[in-house]
């Protein structure tokens, strides 16, 4: 890989247990990071961890990220354990699955709870720790935000949401040296939420006729940006939004026929 860009730091990462998580974590860890993956799955957790590589270290926790008063203890817990906190990702994330009108409360209120009220919990806990360090958060939003995908209310106001304490962090908080950044993923496979794709003949090779690049993207490439953000190498960039899916942001979905 050829970088060392976070040798001595310490990065947290919700969702850290699979897909884009893993990956993140996986990243930070191959340069030179201790992280600290949080989720509430504690075999995709342990499953991560183990694949760490020997220049780094991945340490997993079992938190429910809905639940402020864990998601507190466990910030305050990563600092005092290995002395500071540098990076802050917050990849926990769930989606809903039906129209509007079909949209029950429970399943808007755990979307909105997962998406958006733990990236609040987790950054305002993160941000005493965080201004000691200079360090920075880096929140994985969704092209959804951007334009909302058919039968995902709930998840695209949420990462909306999302995107805007981020927003928030980085007006009040960039005169701390703490920087605050968000990058929306495209179709990213495989994920948690994309994984079942692979089990219908044909359905990532119909939503990749959609995307300019003809192609899904991976974790590993939403990993390389992330990374990029955490880094010094983006020192100045505080409040950026960047969308990562391949250009299907620029297209208005017709078929690649029309196109």
Same mark, same amino acid.
């Given at each position: 890989?050829?970088?060392?860009?976070?040798?001595?730091?310490?990065?947290?990462?919700?969702?850290?247990?699979?897909?884009?998580?893993?990956?993140?974590?996986?990243?930070?860890?191959?340069?030179?990071?201790?992280?600290?993956?949080?989720?509430?799955?504690?075999?995709?957790?342990?499953?991560?961890?183990?694949?760490?590589?020997?220049?780094?270290?991945?340490?997993?926790?079992?938190?429910?990220?809905?639940?402020?008063?864990?998601?507190?203890?466990?910030?305050?817990?990563?600092?005092?354990?290995?002395?500071?906190?540098?990076?802050?990702?917050?990849?926990?994330?769930?989606?809903?699955?039906?129209?509007?009108?079909?949209?029950?409360?429970?399943?808007?209120?755990?979307?909105?709870?997962?998406?958006?009220?733990?990236?609040?919990?987790?950054?305002?806990?993160?941000?005493?720790?965080?201004?000691?360090?200079?360090?920075?958060?880096?929140?994985?939003?969704?092209?959804?935000?951007?334009?909302?995908?058919?039968?995902?209310? &709930?998840?695209?106001? =949420?990462?909306? #949401?999302?995107?805007?304490? %981020?927003?928030?962090?980085?007006?009040?908080?960039?005169? /701390? +040296?703490?920087?605050?950044?968000?990058?929306?993923?495209?179709?990213?496979?495989?994920?948690?939420?994309?994984?079942?794709?692979?089990?219908?003949?044909?359905?990532?090779?119909?939503?990749?006729?959609?995307?300019?690049?003809?192609?899904?993207?991976?974790?590993?490439?939403? &990993?390389?940006?992330? =990374?990029?953000? #955490?880094?010094?190498?983006? %020192?100045?960039?505080?409040?950026?939004?960047?969308?990562? /899916? +391949?250009?299907?942001?620029?297209?208005?979905?017709?078929?690649?026929?029309?196109?």
């Amino acid at each position: 890989m050829g970088f060392n860009r976070f040798s001595d730091r310490v990065a947290l990462v919700t969702g850290g247990g699979s897909g884009m998580g893993a990956a993140i974590a996986l990243r930070f860890a191959a340069e030179g990071a201790t992280v600290v993956i949080a989720g509430r799955d504690a075999q995709k957790l342990s499953r991560t961890a183990k694949q760490a590589p020997e220049s780094g270290v991945i340490v997993e926790r079992v938190v429910d990220v809905r639940d402020e008063a864990a998601v507190v203890a466990l910030v305050n817990e990563t600092a005092d354990a290995f002395g500071r906190l540098d990076v802050l990702v917050n990849c926990a994330g769930v989606s809903d699955a039906g129209l509007f009108a079909e949209l029950d409360a429970k399943t808007w209120h755990d979307t909105i709870a997962v998406n958006a009220s733990a990236v609040f919990f987790v950054s305002k806990a993160a941000i005493p720790h965080l201004k000691k360090t200079k360090g920075n958060i880096v929140n994985i939003g969704s092209s959804n935000s951007l334009r909302n995908n058919y039968g995902q209310p &709930a998840y695209g106001a =949420a990462k909306s #949401a999302a995107e805007s304490l %981020s927003a928030s962090v980085a007006i009040e908080h960039g005169a /701390d +040296g703490i920087r605050s950044n968000t990058v929306h993923p495209g179709v990213i496979y495989p994920t948690g939420m994309t994984g079942p794709l692979g089990d219908y003949p044909g359905a990532l090779e119909s939503y990749s006729a959609y995307i300019p690049m003809r192609r899904t993207g991976t974790p590993e490439e939403i &990993a390389a940006v992330v =990374a990029f953000l #955490a880094s010094p190498e983006a %020192s100045y960039v505080n409040g950026a939004a960047i969308t990562v /899916d +391949g250009g299907l942001n620029q297209v208005m979905h017709l078929p690649p026929t029309v196109s």
